[in-house]
């Protein structure tokens, strides 16, 4: 279906799940920005919490995330969290209106049922949210029965299981072993618990892995019914990520293998009916993400894509980023700074950027043509990004039309590289960002 030009895949570029992207953070930005930022907010607000602890490390992972193994050093983390919690509700607004809760990680299963209510319980007292939205991200490897009841008992209608591939031999290699058994068990108790949109995160390029092992994940993944589907690209940054190390780098497929994947998974998965969410991301058709992505209503912030329409997205725990429209702030990502910081009643956001009308304008160029395909190019920007994006125009990856820059669907997995020549900060990428396939 597309057609492989290496010469303009070779540069690595961000996901850009927020713009600037989190690569041009500084320390220039900390707690007084980010609580001026919550005193002003309006409207709808999204909530993400992260729980940095799993019971298992995988390999290729990348989270900030720590082996659950210690009760005191987890027991303290929550402490932290839920008095972060209420310093930051106690500055938002209270005509502000939290709609969207999202549990990410790590794993939120990483840590007891119980401990979880609480947080909810916390949200719940602290935001004064009223039936709102909850997603979470789960572990199939240690999701327990008494998971799904209380997944059921609050309400929980979304939900995203770490599967990455069904071949026993590549979970070997990525140092995530869950037999096929569990993740149809994991299936079967969260749609019992009332969850109606179960996403499923699989992987390509992995080591080792070929052409078979994607298309039996691929079958066995629509075969249990995932509503949504996320398939990306494994980025091996093992000078960024020390774990990584543990991955044999000559047993990754090249670059043309990994392409070849994403475009088998690609029609593969319109095939077998679902609709595509940009190039990587697929969901049912009467799936919310499927139809933002039809109306042309799909957003995309630090969760990836979203239907998700607030403007602001606080993040609460270590190393969550939130987002406003003028600013971006990450929290310390070192657990124990964090605790520290919020044992002194000091909010934990040390770094972040203020992001300019230009950021902005930029931004939002670069969120429509990932979302939409389509953005429309101001004439101060024209005259920079056009002879940029001359080898794509040539190519047939993306035309003009109008004041319109459209990206044809030959041109899907070159989207994000289309797309970075709108970002003026990309230099010194070689090292920050993964593959753009």
């Not at 401990?115 to 789960?138: C, H, W």
């Not at 043309?256 to 593969?268: Q, V």
């Amino acid at each position: 279906m597309w057609t492989y030009h290496p010469d303009l895949l070779a540069v690595p570029v961000p996901r850009y799940t927020s713009f600037p992207t989190a690569a041009e953070f500084g320390e220039t930005v900390g707690e007084a920005d980010y609580v001026h930022a919550l005193e002003t907010i309006e409207g709808a607000v999204s909530l993400y919490v992260h729980i940095p602890f799993c019971e298992k490390i995988c390999w290729y992972c990348g989270c900030n995330t720590s082996v659950a193994n210690r009760s005191d050093r987890v027991a303290s983390y929550l402490d932290a969290l839920h008095h972060e919690i209420a310093l930051v509700a106690e500055r938002v607004p209270e005509a502000a209106r939290v709609a969207r809760i999202a549990f990410g990680g790590g794993s939120p299963n990483g840590i007891s049922p119980i401990d979880f209510v609480r947080i909810v319980d916390t949200l719940t007292l602290q935001f004064g949210a009223s039936r709102p939205d909850m997603s979470i991200e789960l572990d199939p490897r240690t999701l327990g029965s008494e998971w799904a009841s209380v997944i059921g008992a609050i309400g929980i209608g979304r939900a995203s299981l770490g599967v990455q591939t069904f071949a026993p031999h590549l979970q070997e290699a990525i140092g995530r072993v869950q037999p096929v058994r569990m993740i149809e068990n994991s299936t079967a108790m969260l749609r019992t618990a009332g969850v109606g949109s179960l996403n499923f995160d699989l992987m390509y390029g992995l080591p080792g892995q070929t052409m078979a092992d994607l298309e039996d994940s691929l079958e066995q993944t629509v075969a249990l019914g995932a509503d949504r589907i996320a398939l990306f690209g494994y980025a091996h940054v093992p000078h960024l990520i020390a774990r990584q190390r543990k991955i044999d780098a000559q047993d990754l497929p090249d670059a043309a293998l990994r392409f070849a994947m994403a475009d088998y998974g690609y029609g593969y998965l319109l095939d077998a009916g679902y609709v595509p969410v940009g190039f990587d991301h697929f969901a049912r058709p009467g799936d919310s993400l499927a139809q933002a992505a039809q109306s042309g209503t799909l957003r995309r912030n630090f969760q990836g894509f979203t239907e998700d329409q607030a403007d602001v997205l606080l993040g609460l725990g270590a190393s969550a980023i939130s987002g406003f429209p003028g600013l971006l702030a990450q929290n310390e990502k070192n657990t124990g700074l964090y605790r520290k910081s919020l044992a002194e009643d000091r909010l934990p956001a040390n770094r972040g950027i203020v992001r300019s009308a230009e950021d902005q304008r930029r931004g939002a160029v670069i969120e429509d043509l990932l979302c939409r395909g389509r953005a429309r190019i101001e004439p101060g920007l024209r005259g920079e990004a056009l002879p940029l994006l001359e080898p794509y125009l040539a190519m047939g990856l993306c035309e003009r039309d109008g004041d319109d820059l459209v990206i044809l669907p030959a041109g899907l997995p070159y989207a994000r590289s289309i797309a970075a020549r709108f970002d003026p900060y990309r230099k010194d990428s070689l090292r920050r960002f993964s593959s753009a396939v």
